[in-house]
């Protein structure tokens, strides 16, 4: 998932999350009838998500547990925005991955937080009674019933708590027995269908460093699906990084590809200000133009990587991102000018939401199949409306199992880029 939040948000969030087995009660331990081994490669037959959603018009948005405080982004307003009529699942972001288990992430934004009536989804306040369930848990709840349809799923890791997967690799049926007996605990078992996992980056480097091996990631997912079986919905948001010698190649995610309902890959943030200097270049090109400045990073590319591997394509989803990426001492109006360093964002330099973007710095150009602007010194990207129908009608052509996004808070109250997606 993208940087924004994952450091400076997270920070802070880890002193929560240090407590969260005391308040959770030993939650990270789940019962004694854990599977004990791990299906061999090709032991398991294809699993396909045939309970809910036809392949290709799911559409995935995240929300992220963090975004109740600095953002005032709540469940609620996935309602008042209409996004949960559009929505057919939500990733619910972030679980956190700690000594080899899966664990909760913010213990207080998850199932604590008191909602008034006139924050609550139906407008119903939360009581303080003995084991009631509160906070977001609850909030998903309520809009569930509002919209039986609608799936939650736990995504655990991201960029910032995805070091603990390693150590799971190490034990998959013990971390997927952990993750079970915390998705499925009794409080909030009907919340969700299933869970999602978010490694950056199996046997490769993001905020840290994998070293578990090629066959990790397969093992991990293989061991999740015996667990929860074919009745709950197993996923995993995967790297887009298609350049020669790069992430998709140091995963065997063709093999582990059985496992799964679907694979979200994360085909945004192929550039940014980390680059400080530029050249500037969209974040999330779907297609690459002359002076892209590395090969490999669009969605096509990826897309057709992935593919190539044998990977079904009604298991791709297309992923999307509400926000954009931006540098500022840039004086090119075209791609590949220089720069000073990252834009200033609301909550982290260099990142901003599309619904501040789109009247802060309008789009002033299209390349590679999203958009552009220049405003002052500054330079961002982002997908717009028109951007996100070019990439649906992508979506279409290449037969894939649908949209996903990152994430709900980014767009507009009466959800401009949502209903852009159909």
């Not at 307003?77 to 559009?86: D, H, K, L, P, Y």
């Not at 609550?120 to 977001?136: E, F, I, M, P, Q």
């Not at 991990?220 to 998709?248: C, E, H, N, P, Y």
């Not at 390349?367 to 028109?386: I, L, M, N, Q, R």
């Amino acid at each position: 998932m993208p940087r924004p939040y994952g450091q400076r948000a997270r920070a802070w969030l880890a002193a929560l999350a240090a407590g969260a087995t005391l308040l959770a009660g030993g939650l990270t331990t789940g019962s004694a009838t854990a599977a004990t081994t791990t299906p061999a490669t090709g032991a398991a037959d294809d699993t396909s998500d045939t309970t809910d959603t036809t392949a290709g018009r799911r559409v995935v948005g995240y929300f992220t547990n963090w975004g109740v405080y600095q953002r005032n982004y709540h469940v609620k307003n996935i309602e008042t925005s209409g996004a949960a009529a559009r929505l057919t699942h939500i990733n619910y972001a972030f679980g956190n991955v700690s000594g080899g288990r899966c664990t909760i992430g913010d213990p207080y934004a998850d199932y604590d937080k008191y909602y008034d009536a006139a924050g609550s989804v139906d407008g119903k306040a939360d009581t303080w009674d003995d084991g009631a369930l509160r906070g977001n848990f609850n909030q998903l709840r309520k809009l569930k019933k509002l919209h039986p349809g609608l799936k939650v799923v736990w995504s655990f890791g991201g960029w910032t708590w995805s070091g603990g997967f390693g150590e799971a690799a190490k034990d998959p049926a013990a971390f997927a027995e952990s993750c079970y007996g915390l998705v499925k605990d009794p409080r909030w078992a009907d919340v969700f269908d299933g869970i999602d996992i978010d490694w950056e980056y199996p046997n490769a480097c993001g905020l840290t460093c994998d070293t578990s091996g090629r066959d990790a990631f397969r093992e991990v997912l293989a061991a999740l699906r015996a667990k929860f079986g074919r009745s709950s919905l197993v996923t995993a948001a995967i790297t887009a990084d298609a350049s020669a010698g790069g992430k998709i190649d140091a995963v065997d995610y063709a093999g582990a590809a059985r496992y799964v309902d679907w694979y979200n890959p994360m085909t945004y943030d192929y550039f940014g200000a980390w680059d400080a200097k530029g050249p500037t270049a969209p974040h999330s090109p779907l297609t690459s133009y002359p002076g892209i400045p590395k090969a490999g990073f669009d969605t096509d590319s990826t897309i057709g990587k992935l593919t190539s591997l044998g990977i079904p394509a009604g298991k791709l989803l297309l992923g999307i991102g509400f926000y954009g990426r931006g540098w500022s001492g840039v004086t090119q109006a075209a791609p590949g000018g220089t720069a000073t360093g990252p834009a200033k964002g609301t909550s982290e330099a260099g990142f901003e939401d599309y619904r501040i973007l789109k009247t802060r710095c309008p789009a002033t150009g299209t390349v590679g199949g999203t958009a552009y602007a220049k405003c002052g010194d500054e330079w961002w990207s982002y997908d717009t409306p028109a951007t996100i129908a070019g990439k649906v009608a992508y979506k279409n052509r290449r037969g894939l199992g649908g949209t996903f996004f990152w994430e709900l808070g980014g767009d507009t109250p009466d959800g401009e880029l949502i209903r852009a997606i159909g």
